[in-house]
């Protein structure tokens, strides 16, 4: 049965310390329990997976989908067991009782007489313990039987958990036990950290004992730290259904949301509790009850279904890895270690946590011969005392035969020591422990290098990754790393981006359109810039063209970067569209397949962009991605304009955040990037002003035909705009050539009086002009902008004064000549308008200029005064409305002297003043609104007392509205109180039109008769509201926008002081109406001479490329500089100063901690070695006696006798590294000696190395007995268990078709039935072989040398590289070499006649013949037994010439016949997949033609 659950921790207390394959007690039923909450301690956490059950309608989904799929065990058959219950009771064999039996379990006649088998008495039912766990707990029963698959789908799918990127197994003791509180402590934090940070499941047994407990405190204790709001650590626990405590709890038919569980462990007795800090629970059940290990082989069978999974995000696909790591531990834990090794998953082991554990960790590092027998009896009675009496003879064996298969696979085990170097914690070993693994797999050439990349990025570990993978035993080429810098940037990780780029990855060269297009297809889905492109491409189709998607995105991006920037990218040409492909998705696998396979990099990114990295900066800067961001704009080379753009982005991109911290990320971020461009400018500036301020008006090609100014004008960056280098250029723009030391009064009166130019009264820039006094100094004077403006004003005053004369004096019937030169004039001011508003030095259209125009507030204040002017003048020119042309005329002259403030929005004085007043408005119009509320209620309800049915509209308005407008400036209505009410001053019907209608009064008295009470009070509370809290609420908006304004008046005036600039500097020099002359020759050269308008360059300058490229190389120089002053600026703060100063006092706490730990080892480490030279001395002498002796010098008395060496324990694997791991007391064959045969579930005898050799005493020896049934019994030997048939066999001899000779002499046949001569295999019979006594095979190795295009051959460590000819058969991971056994009397292998066409067999045959034989002998195969072996002979056929023509028609014949047969040429590697034994032959070819291996 399963149980599904989310929260909670718990486990077995005796059987749960194994995960991989071990062999379960029984067969067990699974059940699951998914989406616990956890309430234990308090602490309600909300995760993803809990947000799946928080509507009913999805609990209903739920429920529904487990009722469907996830089934549990029940016992349908009573049988009465010898043993009791805890309470006394009779239990069936199933564990229950007979009450918790169905009524059909008790009664049944079907199985009357039958022992009870749990395959036979226990069916399965629809599960009912599921749901959500409240820890004061929670349940879902399924069967045993559930397929992996199908709880994958749940976990993933139901309980919406993300695919790991690693899977953690912990296994270990499932007791309560002791452990080093520091190791404690590093343990937890160590897996925490791995758990997090690599997006691993942790998967233990779930109960609250043991190993189990220690990985539930650490979730804890992570969870009440600070770091748990980064992500919940995903913790599964798997636990027997039937040894759980208090499961009765968790039973309910529709599934428990939540169902309560209590953790009892006072009244658990031989059962367990569940661990609260576990995030899920899986609970397996078989139908029975109290026994332990149940979960075991459905943990096993989940956890390599899920390490078969494949995990593709960021365009990298991994197969999610599987690491176990083990701590204490019994001999479940020991199981668990040796099948995790043998199936090829890396084992890290906490050595000091205890027992198993220890053991390992104590012997890890010794050669494979000094692990015997006696040594390891010793440590298990070192760390087993109070278990050891219980091991037996046959046990110790089993234990150091499991030990030695164990430590000779080191590349799959990682001791975890305390202090040792470069593990202070365990995540690192974890980490490393899988780097180690996957450098052992046989991978071809740097597909393994990318394998562990890959795992790396996945992980997101740069740490690891600089110290494992980018060494000098690899060098990486650029192209190399694209893939995985592609995923580097989907999955927003900057630490490798950076790293990819320290390793020679050149954004230039790595960005191309393929690329772009997939990060753009990969867009973040929840950042805005992928909902504003969602809705550009609503109507394309699915898959895009490349070049049309980046058109798309050049749309949106010019929404956000202003209509001043063209599109970053234009339409493809229809001769680039023929060109130009549908981008595959980009998927990197890294199990044997090469990335570069399927990540298709094309260069020529010239034909689709400017420029690469402004590409991928602005990919980075749209969704937000800070630190990405950072390192791309490092890289950029147009840096100022790159960071004025992003912050344009940015701020855009503001405006439609909903959410308000991303929206504050985003303004903060736009203001570093304005900072970084006054950074990088200041620095310019400083260097040389003039190359600045070119870099300010440059055309950057790059950012859409625009330039720095422009882009820090758009985003509106007044720090940028204020900084003094631009200041200083647009002063220098506004007074054109003259020098900015002439003052004002010198310009008014050479304005006024010219020919005093010609006196040296103002002076120029140019020395040329200066001392030039001809007609250049006019042109030069009147065209300098600040004489235009001054002009401007003059005329402006004018026409004001003019205006004003006309209106107040000489306003006649028919216009005056003063009014027609009004018109005159105006008409100017019309025709000036219109140049502006037409203006399009870009050419982007007339629409765009229309919008630029009407965009400033000034422009359109001049139309409506313009508009009103036109509409004054014409009632003006009707005789009888020349009246109310003249209100007309008056009301426009007050928004023509309204244009004033525009203009004196260049005094530094009175400019902010004008910017304070306009913010002031808009404060106005909301203080209105509130104004309203209260002057309208507090006036309609005075004049509906007062007043009775008052008719008209215009004393309603009075009444209502003005009065009571009027009363917050002090104007109290006179009758409001009754006391100086006049009946005379007010009409009784309201039938005078000059009085307000008389209040209610009473007629015969005359007096009023409404509550004056009443009214005086609405009074009192209506001035309380307006006149002090309104008013003074308007007075606090005013004072706080005057120091809001006040604070950055100097960046607003200067900011708003460039509009001024470029408008008189692009302005006609003459004033109105004299500028309807420059408008005339305007339209001459428009009109007439077809002329284009361009922009003048002192605000956007195109420069020749040679200039411009080394003025961006000049840029990227200083922003260099830039950079490393804000490094050092950074670690001289103070906050960083004490930062390093603590991280050096804890480095060296913990360098002090551990060297008491290090000093004893390197004492140890010494003393070993004075051991092994004592030892080599005692050798040497005992040489030297011996051959004394044997020259006839001393006698036999009296010899000294060499003490056998002990073997030193507990070295480090590390630091033996250096020693042969093929020492002499391995040479035994190995493969042979595997526990588990491979065709069928037989078990061999354990066989440690020093029971190998026949000549070995083992009396405990008794293998068992294995022949496979064949169904081709006339060619194979008989079964061999009746020595009868087995007598007609003649060994060490030719029997018949079959040679039964050994290479290695006569061997020795006991009992009728050969012996292996290399010993002792843990086996009888002939297994899956042939025949008793040696098997022949045939081994061919047909190599060539490996070329280059050209022809040449390839080397590798000046050695020449070979290639050899392999084939594989179905799913097979190894390829193998293309020989075996071969039928009776035929010379060539069947394997090899399956990949050749028949007609070249005979000229293969003649191949062999010619052929080197380089072994002949015995071949370890996994095959062998005590009684029948392989031997082979292997025949190296080497083509050295690539024109030779039997390697040609060798080629033209391979053929395969089998469909499930693969064939290739394989470059020869040491990592080459081959089968061991094979890689052994093909290391000795390599040898023979001295090519690389």
């Avoid at 599934?255 to 629970?281: K, R, V, W």
């Avoid at 292996?1316 to 190795?1341: E, I, Y």
Wanted: glycine share 6%.
């Amino acid at each position: 049965m399963e149980l599904l659950a989310k929260r909670h921790r718990d486990q077995a207390s005796s059987g749960e310390e194994d995960s991989f394959g071990v062999q379960p007690r029984r067969v067990a039923d699974l059940a699951m329990v998914p989406n616990l909450r956890w309430s234990s301690t308090g602490l309600c956490r909300r995760t993803r997976s809990q947000c799946l059950f928080s509507s009913c309608e999805k609990q209903g989904d739920l429920s529904s989908w487990i009722s469907d799929n996830i089934k549990k065990k029940e016992c349908i058959y009573f049988v009465e067991s010898s043993k009791l219950s805890d309470a006394g009771k009779v239990v069936c064999e199933c564990g229950y009782p007979r009450e918790q039996h169905l009524e059909e379990a008790t009664g049944s006649h079907t199985f009357q007489g039958q022992e009870w088998d749990p395959k036979k008495h226990v069916r399965e039912m629809p599960t009912d313990a599921f749901g959500d766990i409240v820890f004061t707990g929670l349940g879902q029963k399924v069967g045993k039987d559930t397929p992996s698959s199908l709880i994958y789908q749940l976990m993933t799918q139901q309980w919406g958990l993300d695919a790991p990127n690693l899977l953690i197994s912990v296994t270990g003791g499932a007791k309560d036990f002791k452990m080093k509180p520091r190791l404690k402590s590093i343990f937890r934090r160590g897996l925490l950290k791995v758990a997090q940070t690599s997006g691993a499941w942790v998967i233990t047994g779930g109960s609250h004992t043991g190993v189990m407990k220690q990985v539930g405190e650490a979730v804890r204790n992570f969870s009440l730290s600070g770091s748990f709001c980064k992500g919940e650590v995903v913790t599964i626990g798997i636990a027997t259904w039937g040894a759980l405590h208090n499961r009765e709890s968790l039973i309910h038919p529709m599934g428990g949301f939540p169902a309560e569980y209590i953790m009892d462990e006072g009244g658990q007795g031989h059962l367990t509790c569940l661990d609260s800090n576990h995030s899920h629970f899986i609970l397996v059940d078989d139908g029975t009850h109290g026994r332990y290990g149940v979960e075991i082989p459905l943990r096993t069978k989940l956890e390599k279904f899920i390490s078969q999974q494949t995990k593709e995000r960021g365009g990298v696909a991994i197969k999610i890895p599987i690491v176990c790591v083990v701590l204490e531990g019994g001999p479940g834990t020991l199981n668990t270690i040796y099948n995790a090794i043998t199936n090829g998953t890396p084992c890290v082991v906490v050595e000091g946590s205890g027992r198993v554990a220890d053991v390992i960790a104590q012997v890890a590092g010794l050669p494979i011969s000094e692990i015997t027998i006696s040594l390891i009896q010793q440590k298990l009675s070192m760390f087993f005392q109070g278990m050891f009496e219980t091991f037996t003879e046959s046990k110790i064996v089993e234990w150091t035969k499991k030990i030695q298969d164990i430590v000779r696979r080191r590349q799959l085990l990682t001791v975890f020591r305390e202090g040792k170097d470069g593990q202070q914690d365990v995540d690192v070993a974890i980490l490393q422990a899988l780097l180690k693994a996957s450098r052992s797999l046989d991978h071809f050439g740097h597909e393994n290098w990318d394998h562990q990349l890959n795992l790396a990025v996945a992980w997101n570990r740069v740490d690891i990754a600089q110290s494992e993978i980018f060494t000098d035993e690899r060098q990486w080429k650029p192209s190399e790393l694209y893939p995985m810098m592609v995923a580097a940037l989907i999955t927003n990780k900057p630490e490798f981006v950076k790293l990819f780029l320290e390793n020679g990855v050149q954004l230039k060269e790595f960005v191309s359109q393929a690329t772009l297009f997939y990060l753009y297809q990969n867009l973040e889905p929840t950042c805005l810039f992928h909902c504003k492109l969602d809705r550009v491409l609503g109507g394309e189709p699915e898959r895009l063209d490349p070049g049309v998607l980046l058109q798309r995105v050049a749309q949106v991006l010019r929404e956000l970067l202003g209509d001043s920037t063209q599109l970053l990218y234009s339409q493809p040409h229809s001769s680039d569209q023929q060109r130009l492909f549908t981008v595959p998705s980009v998927k990197i696998s890294v199990q044997g397949v090469n990335p570069q396979s399927s990540y298709k990099h094309s260069s020529g990114q010239a034909t689709f962009t400017i420029d690469p990295v402004r590409d991928l900066l602005i990919w980075a800067i749209v969704q937000n991605r800070r630190e990405l961001a950072e390192i791309i704009w490092a890289q950029s080379q147009d840096c100022i304009a790159a960071a004025l753009a992003c912050s344009k982005i940015l701020k855009e991109l503001s405006k439609e955040e909903e959410d308000t911290d991303s929206l504050e990320e985003m303004l903060v971020l736009a203001d570093e990037y304005e900072q970084r461009a006054i950074g990088v400018f200041t620095e310019c500036y400083r260097q040389n002003e003039e190359r600045a301020q070119k870099l300010l008006v440059r055309v950057s090609e790059a950012w859409g035909r625009t330039t720095c100014l422009q882009l820090a004008l758009e985003a509106k960056d007044m720090k940028f705009v204020s900084h003094g280098g631009i200041q200083a250029y647009l002063t220098k723009v506004w007074w054109g050539q003259l020098s900015v030391d002439n003052g004002l009064w010198r310009l008014v009166l050479c304005m006024l009086v010219f020919p005093l130019l010609y006196t040296g009264l103002v002076s120029f820039r140019n020395r040329e002009l200066q001392a030039d006094r001809c007609l250049a100094r006019v042109r030069a004077f009147f065209s300098a902008p600040v004489v235009v403006f001054h002009m401007n004003i003059l005329s402006y005053f004018a026409f004001l004064c003019l205006f004003a004369y006309v209106l107040m004096v000489d306003f006649q019937p028919q216009p005056s000549s003063c009014e027609f030169l009004i018109y005159v004039w105006l008409f100017s001011l019309v025709c000036e308008e219109l140049r502006q508003l037409f203006y399009d030095p870009d050419g982007s259209g007339l629409r765009k200029a229309v919008l630029v125009y009407f965009s400033d507030y000034w422009n359109k204040l001049d139309v409506c005064a313009i508009l009103l002017f036109i509409a004054g003048l014409t009632c003006r020119l009707m005789p009888s409305l020349l009246y109310t042309g003249r209100i007309i005329l008056s009301l426009d002259f007050t928004m023509f002297c309204l244009r004033l403030m525009h203009i004196f929005t260049i005094s530094k004085t009175l400019g902010p003043k004008i910017i304070i007043v306009k913010r002031m408005m808009k404060d106005v119009f909301f203080f209105l609104f509130l104004l309203a509320v209260w002057v309208v209620s507090f006036g309609v309800a005075k004049q509906a007392i007062l007043i009775h049915n008052e008719r008209r509209v215009e004393w309603i308005f009075r009444g209502a509205i003005y009065h009571s407008y009027l009363t917050i400036f002090g104007q109290l209505p006179t009758y409001i109180d009754g006391v100086n009410f006049k009946p005379d001053q007010c009409s009784p019907n309201g039938t005078d039109p000059y009085k307000p209608k008389c209040p209610e009064i009473d007629q015969a008295r005359q007096e009023p008769v409404f509550p004056e009470w009443l009214t005086v009070l609405l009074l009192c509370l209506y001035l309380l509201f307006a006149n002090i809290l309104l008013l003074n609420l308007l007075i606090a908006m005013f004072n706080y926008t005057f120091q809001q304004v006040q604070e950055h008046t100097d960046q607003i005036w200067k900011f708003q002081r460039h509009d001024l600039i470029e408008e008189y500097q692009g302005r006609p020099p003459a004033p109105p109406p004299f500028i309807l002359l420059s408008h005339l020759h305007l339209i001459i050269k428009r009109v007439v001479l077809k002329i284009p308008a361009k922009r003048h360059k002192l605000f956007k300058n195109k420069l020749e490329k040679t200039e411009e490229a080394a003025l961006l190389s000049w840029e990227m120089y200083l922003k260099e500089n830039y950079l490393q002053e804000q490094q050092f600026q950074q670690k001289q703060r103070p906050e960083q100063k004490i930062q390093d100063v603590s991280d050096k006092v804890d480095s060296m706490v913990r360098l002090l901690e551990m060297a008491h730990l290090k000093k004893s080892g390197a004492v140890e480490q010494r003393l070993a070695s004075l051991e092994e030279q004592v030892a080599q001395t005692a050798t040497a002498l005992h040489w030297i006696v011996k051959a004394l002796r044997d020259s006839g010098f001393g006698s036999e008395e009296g010899v000294p006798t060499l003490a056998p060496q002990k073997a030193s324990v507990g070295r480090d694997p590390e630091l033996d590294s250096g020693s042969k791991a093929e020492d002499p007391g391995d040479a035994y064959h190995v493969n042979a000696r595997h526990l588990l045969y491979l065709s069928c579930s037989v078990l061999r005898f354990p066989v440690p190395n020093e029971k190998v050799p026949w000549e070995t005493e083992f009396l405990m020896y008794n293998p068992p007995f294995y022949t496979a049934d064949r169904k081709d019994k006339d060619l194979v030997d008989p079964v061999g268990d009746a020595l009868e048939p087995l007598s007609r066999i003649s060994y060490n001899a030719v029997d018949g078709p079959l040679d039964r000779r050994s290479f290695h002499g006569v061997y020795t046949v006991r009992d009728g039935l050969p012996l292996n001569p290399m010993g002792r295999t843990g086996l009888r019979g002939r297994g899956d072989l042939s025949c008793f006594g040696p098997n022949h095979t045939l081994q061919p190795v047909i190599t060539r040398w490996r070329r280059s295009l050209d022809g040449a051959i390839c080397r590798k460590n000046v050695k020449k590289m070979l290639e050899v000819l392999v084939v594989k058969r179905g799913p097979s991971e190894h390829w193998m070499l293309p020989g075996g056994f071969r039928e009776p009397g035929e010379m060539l292998p069947r394997k090899l006649k399956q990949v050749l066409r028949r007609e070249f067999w005979s000229s293969f045959e003649r191949l062999l013949t010619q052929g080197i034989k380089v072994y002949k002998g015995y071949m370890d195969d996994p095959r062998n037994t005590d009684n029948a072996w392989i031997e082979t002979v292997a025949v190296s056929i080497h083509f050295p010439d690539q024109s030779d023509v039997e390697l040609k028609r060798l080629n033209s014949h391979l053929h395969s016949c089998d469909e499930g047969m693969a064939i290739r040429w394989q470059v020869v590697d040491e990592r080459i997949p081959l089968y061991d034994n094979h890689k052994v032959i093909l290391q000795k070819v390599a040898a023979l033609f001295m090519a690389y291996y």
